[in-house]
């Protein structure tokens, strides 16, 4: 069983009129994919699971907006006292991953998840074909200057390389066949996985020159024959890959970009005027975007006009897809953890959760909609 603190759930209460902006930084936070809405009086009134905040963005809702909006009223739960066999029973004939457990006044006195029921054994998942191709030929100028000593993706993050935990973060979901493009240090590296064993395949793509995140691709034709995954070399993201790939391929996408909503503050007063006068002040008010997460699913027919040996990056890429194929750049916004450790601020704040469990390989995929 797994052992929780007391009332854990707790840290997932938000209100009804707490903006999705808010909500989707306690998603962030804390790392489940759901949230409990309850009332002044801590009653359920609803659940948002990252399903909602995703269909939500889709629909063109504002930050701004309500939670009470988009969140699923009335959902699943149980009363006590609890039936295992019958939360388990719920658990597998509704596809739900958490169910909480109210009692008559509307409380939560308890959450049951389909963790509570594994012991050791994680969930199989199925073998995926599609290659991923994780782009490792930079200089790394970020992290410097570490960087003048080791490659980039051989920067340690907890006890593995980081491009040792992003690939094992993708075999967690199946991933089996790997590419590797290399340019700077690039013996250092393929000596590192020389002397590596693991359940995945690895091959390795050389520049002669820096190519960019697209440009590399093109030196991969011939092995880019079906849909594949691109990701950067300094990007921890916990989602489920595999769900991203069934997205991209439901919506028929040329390419799909992974979006993560980003949070900023203007830490001064904003001057709203109007023909020279002053109409409004916003006192260090927040916006948020959605920004390409540095992870992409991408079809062959994508790549097969670029020029081999061209120089081009992701976003010009999309940007020639945009033009010739409108409608077929797809957008998968994610609720789940990111951390670009490439930047050295976030590099230490991704450790620091690392160091507090707060980090695996992704293990909770959350239904749509579910409790």
Request: charged share 25%.
């Amino acid at each position: 069983m797994t052992v929780r603190q007391p009332h854990w759930f707790r840290q997932l209460y938000v209100r009804p009129e707490q903006t999705i902006r808010d909500g989707l930084k306690v998603l962030n936070e804390k790392g489940h994919q759901f949230l409990f809405v309850v009332d002044d009086h801590e009653r359920l009134t609803g659940v948002v699971s990252d399903g909602d905040f995703r269909r939500a963005i889709f629909n063109g809702e504002s930050f701004d907006a309500p939670l009470g909006k988009i969140m699923t009223r009335s959902p699943m739960q149980v009363a006590p006292p609890v039936d295992n066999a019958r939360v388990l029973a719920l658990m597998k004939t509704k596809n739900i991953r958490y169910l909480p457990v109210v009692d008559a006044g509307g409380h939560i006195v308890d959450v049951r998840t389909w963790q509570d029921f594994l012991v050791t054994e994680a969930p199989k998942r199925p073998l995926r074909t599609e290659p991923v191709v994780i782009m490792a030929g930079g200089k790394g100028t970020r992290l410097d200057p570490f960087t003048r000593i080791l490659p980039k993706p051989l920067i340690p993050f907890g006890d593995r390389p980081m491009i040792e935990w992003i690939m094992d973060n993708f075999a967690g979901f199946g991933f089996r066949n790997f590419w590797v493009t290399l340019n700077y240090k690039r013996q250092t590296i393929r000596n590192y996985f020389a002397g590596l064993t693991k359940p995945y395949a690895v091959g390795f793509v050389e520049e002669d020159s820096f190519l960019g995140t697209a440009g590399a691709l093109t030196l991969m034709k011939d092995e880019l024959t079906e849909t594949f995954l691109v990701s950067n070399c300094d990007v921890v993201l916990e989602d489920n890959f595999a769900e991203i790939v069934d997205f991209h391929r439901a919506n028929k996408n040329l390419l799909t970009v992974v979006a993560v909503p980003r949070h900023v503050r203007i830490p001064y007063g904003v001057l709203d005027i109007h023909q020279e006068a002053l109409v409004g002040i916003r006192e260090k008010p927040e916006f948020t975007y959605l920004v390409a997460g540095g992870v992409y699913v991408v079809e062959p027919e994508a790549i097969r006009d670029l020029p081999r040996g061209e120089h081009i990056e992701m976003p010009g890429l999309m940007e020639r897809l945009l033009a010739v194929s409108p409608g077929r750049v797809g957008v998968y916004p994610t609720s789940g953890k990111w951390f670009d450790i490439g930047q050295w601020e976030e590099y230490q704040q991704a450790l620091l959760k690392l160091s507090m469990g707060g980090l695996g390989v992704f293990a909770e995929d959350e239904e749509e909609g579910a409790a």
